[in-house]
């Protein structure tokens, strides 16, 4: 390894030197230098003119004082070019992977712009706060051996010491807290490092970086950052180099990385993590990271290929069924060779099936195949289709509902996702479902059915009895269990093999009890279909395939075949573009994107793939002036110019109108459908040749094109404020865009991608690593979900579930990657009883279970009211404890308040009861609720202030310089960022003083700005807000619900009331669009007519105490009318058939307790008739006596409509009869 000195030798050689002159007069003078103030050896002779630059330059980082005035002026010469110079020489050994000569680089680089060296004290960059004599003292020991000094260490020591001790040993005896001061204001950062084994040559670092440095604005700036690199101090080899920028923003947050490192045979002890200060002069660390417990024997095992037999291809007519046949009839004559190779598994057997095969392979036939299959054997069976997104579901959705839900099959095809809702009727009678996994989870979860009130308050009791009548379950994308939400794909598969087992063992115990009746089969046959697969050893065992036995069952279901088995071949280019910032490389690949669409596919329809819609904006814009200097500037439109401009007229999007009259077209989700359709119609029909889309298409519309770029392999993720890069298999997807079988005959692909990826690209794109389990971070929701449902009632029953899950299979195969010891059993029942007891503390710290400590070891778990909120409203374990604290805040402040409440104008009773003598004996009073009071919009705020504080929207994006944007955003709306504005009460508290611009660049600050913005209709600064929006405005209901469940079980307390007959009122400001104090639009007799009757209240005594219930009964009649706002005929129009909610609310006068509540929905088809439903409510009798006011004998009903304010009552109901 070079020493110091020759590395400053070889700088100093440089070409920008070499017009230095070396002047006799001068060299008595240098030579002086030399002696004084070089503490680097020089080794060329001051006759040269690398040897007086290396004199000078030296001098000028020791601050030497020079007389001559022509070496002053050569040495400002040399310090203006020589931090340069290093700089580039840094990145150079960087990159070639030179870890030692890297390392010195970059000291010698920052030693030159702070003038001191990296040996002395880091302290001298306050040479202005601190005195001389500190730096001596801290000098006079210095350790100035080539490997590295430990002046840094010194520093950071004197924090252990008190302020009069540093005093002392600094000889500055009033000076030590000032010291300490500045000690601890040096940048320094913590790191820990967890190493996972991925395959035999390849581990990932999980890397923490922790700042644990106290910032300043005057020396720190907005941004600090910092290089760090693995490096193989043996081989002096860098594996990996990565800036890192901490911002003042987000300040003292730690910052997480992920780095694959390869290691070789024989492997090292260990590896180092090098992190080094950008701009700080000896600011660095220097971390071990052993490889001595890491296992890599259960590693070995080849990847399994199948091999593409050389077969005949199967007509249609195989299928043997008129109304089969007629599916395909207009597509394809034959089947595909791999549909051919697996169509008797497919079509003749009930065999589970992994399919791992490219993207292009027909994979969705072979999907069919097997719904084909299991409605021909049981055609009340029903198929689930998971599709990992959205935009995929509505996609099979639209493709199935016009194949299969037409004749002669005429299936119902449903779609379950965030936004749609069906009744348990549809359910029932739907023959396939398509779902994305997060919907398919929580109906799932339903199978035994609920429990209680949720059963009435949530979906999950309507999958109650159609989830075990799922014969055939398709897992689209597979692979994609080692991604973010792999958990939740492994829940579902896990759940599903364990239904079907429990299922399976009760009709085998109802078959034996009866007279020998046979069962029909109801097995999930569970299909998986994939890109090719790593390990689908495992995959293919976990699903139900037997992959153990030998003979010609042997792995009989799964495929998985060869990256090189494309129905359409595609050539792949792989280009890398130097640049450390995104923005500017982008930049600089479009004129490649321009050539690469002219030399490879100069007529033929091209995609480009891009990272946000920023891109997509800015890829277009310079196509177009790249294009502007041929001499057809309109070469990638293919139709008439006039029909073009003509539907760019109708556009909404500004820069789209303009690209689309060049053959550009833009696709990204902040276009509105119409714009989408549009677009993808012109490229569907070749009208446009070019298409920049954001990733996400790659997913979901199924386009074709000739060639596809993937313009940058990194994305910006708001919630690490940083660049991070695509999975590979999303890479793999974009790219499988390419030469689709039914349009192309070849394909191209290229990626273009930061310099430093090409090598990780070349090995890993047809590599894959293995598919690992991400349950680990979710194991807290999947625990509790379980324990929610009955499935697991004590640890060892937790211990019991986890072995049916793809987590325990990849536990024992790849210990290391999951923190156990060993894949020894001890080792691994160790380490599940330890990972089930840390989840079940976290759970009980959250209030969602409470655990029941038996006899021995093991331990009785039960589910809390809390615990089933977050299963059945499909939330964070972390979320419902939340919500019940912010509930309970309000609840004091409603109770507070309650009584400032006066009552509206009294109503004629006659005008809302149908007369029947008893209820009018019953009803004292009926007045119009108007929620007027400030109160009821304080409480409105805090509900949506407390709904959009939980975690749920942790991960909201927050992009470049939005916190900017929040802040104008938050100006101009009624309720600001935090309450203020709306509280009107005395008791406003301050918190601790907080930067705005940190404030506002909080997500969940961000998320309330939304809802109020989507309540008061406030102008959002830019596109990307409205989907923003939409998303959360898309949450709320389930919060909301939720919210609503966890606070009237959080039992009787005043402000209950009150607090419960405020959710209805902001379900209807969301479904409205309105505030509560808005006058609805529309004439008077357009509001519906509502009527009561056979009110009647009953007191008994309860079974087994001396306690007495109360039970109010009454009908509840109404006529719709022709009533329609705006809102609900938005609603129609989306097809969201819901109804129309009403809650009855039932308490007492005096406290605001809450009695009871119920809540109804009013079909929206029925009108211009009756409607009618009778309401049943039980209340506490001696509760309700205590607090009904002076006489003992009122309380209060509120009817409370959520579609509309006109008709909302308060009725004086008597608990005894009025004379």
Known sequence: SPTDADLLHIMCCADEFENLRVRPEELDEVDQIKKEACPLESLAPVEEFSGKCNVLLQAYISKSRI???????????????AGRVARALFEMCLKSGNAGAALKFLR??????????????????????????????????????????????????????????????????????????????LPRVEVSCTVHPITKSTLRFHIELNPVFNW???????????????????????????????????????????????????????????????????????????????????????????NLFDLTPLPVQALAEPRYEQLYANRFDVFNPIQTQLFHILYHTDTPVLLGAPTGSGKTTVAE????????????????????????????????????????????????????????????????????PEKWDLISRGWRGVPGDLASSSNASNGKRFVREVGLLIIDEIHLLGEDRGAVLEAIISRTRFISRHVQAENKQRTSSSSGEKAAPVTTRIMGLSTALANPYDLADWIGIDTVSFGVDAKRGLYNFRPSVRPVPMVVHIQGYPGRHYCPRMATMNKPCYAAIKDLSPTKPSMIFVASRRQTRL??????????????????????????????????????????????????????????????RLYLEGQIQVLVATATLAWGVNLPAHLVIVKGTEFFDGKLSRYVDYPVTDILQMMGRAGRPQFDKEGVAVIMCEESKKT?????????????????????????????????????????????????????????????????????????????QETTDKLQEHGCISVDKTEGTDSLVTTTPLGGAASNFYLNHRTPKQLQSGSRGLKKVLAQHAQELKHSSELPKHEFLIGDADSKKRVGSIYKFSPEHAMYTFAIAKILFELSATHEFNELPVRHNEEELNLELSRSLPWGYDLSKVSWWMDKQKGPGKNILDIMSDPHTKCFLLLQAFIFKGKLPISDYINDMRSVVDQIPRLLAAMQFVANDDGASAGNFEMLSCFPLVRRVLRTGAMIDTKPKGSSNMVPSIKFGHFKVEKELKKGSNHHNGILDFDYNIELNSFRNEANQRRLNQGKHGGLGVTFVLGSLRGGYLLDQSSLLVPEFNRGKWWKKHIRMHFDWTAAESNAGQDQNTVVLRVLHEFTSSLDLEIMLALKRLT
């Open 67 to 81: 007389s001559s005035f022509t070496l002053i002026s050569d040495t400002n010469y040399i310090a203006s070019n």
């Open 108 to 185: 010698l680089a920052k030693s030159i712009d702070h003038r001191f060296w990296w040996f002395q004290s880091p302290l001298r960059a306050f040479e202005h706060d601190l005195k001389k004599n500190v730096f001596v003292a801290l000098e006079d020991s210095k350790v100035a051996s080539e490997g590295g000094y430990n002046t840094f260490e010194r520093a950071v020591s004197l924090l252990d010491m008190e302020p009069n001790e540093v005093g002392q040993l600094c000889r500055c005896f009033k000076d030590g807290a000032l010291i300490q001061k500045c000690v601890r204001m």
């Open 216 to 306: 300043s604005g005057r020396h720190h700036g907005g941004a600090e950052g910092f290089w760090l690199w693995v490096e193989d101090n043996e081989n002096n080899r860098t594996y990996h180099s990565e800036y890192i920028l901490f911002s003042r923003r987000n300040h003292p947050e730690s910052t997480t990385l992920e780095v694959v490192v390869p290691v070789f045979d024989p492997m090292p002890q260990q590896y180092f993590i090098r992190v080094v200060s950008d701009s700080w002069v000896g600011c660095e660390a220097l971390i071990p990271v052993s490889f001595r417990h890491v296992l890599i024997e259960g590693l070995s095992s080849p990847t399994f290929f199948t």
């Open 369 to 436: 195949l097997a719904l084909l299959r299991m409605k021909k054997q049981n055609p009340k069976a029903k198929c689930v289709y998971i599709a990992p997104l959205k935009s995929l579901a509505r996609e099979r959705l639209k493709e199935w509902s016009k194949r299969l839900g037409a004749p002669p099959l005429k299936w119902k095809v449903l779609e379950l996702s965030g936004d749609t809702s069906h009744d348990s009727r549809a359910l029932n009678n739907s023959d396939v479902l398509i779902c994305t």
């Open 619 to 680: 890829t277009a814009l310079d196509l177009i002036s790249h294009a502007a200097g041929e001499e057809n500037p309109k070469s990638f439109l293919h139709c008439d110019e006039l029909y073009i401009e003509d539907v760019a007229s109708q556009l909404n999007d500004t820069a789209l109108r303009h690209t689309i009259t060049f053959g550009i077209g833009l696709h990204h989700a902040g276009l509105t459908s119409r714009d989408r359709e549009t677009v993808e």
């Open 760 to 836: 990780f690209l070349k090995k890993f794109l047809y590599e894959p690593f293995p598919v690992e389990s991400c349950l680990g971070e979710r194991m807290c929701e999947t625990i509790n979900a379980e324990v929610s449902i009955g499935t697991i009632n004590s640890l060892s029953d937790a211990i019991g579930y986890l072995k049916w899950t793809f987590y325990a299979r990849r536990v024992k195969l790849n210990p290391s990657y999951y923190g156990a010891k060993s894949s020894n059993d001890d080792d691994l029942e160790d380490f599940f009883l330890a990972v089930v």
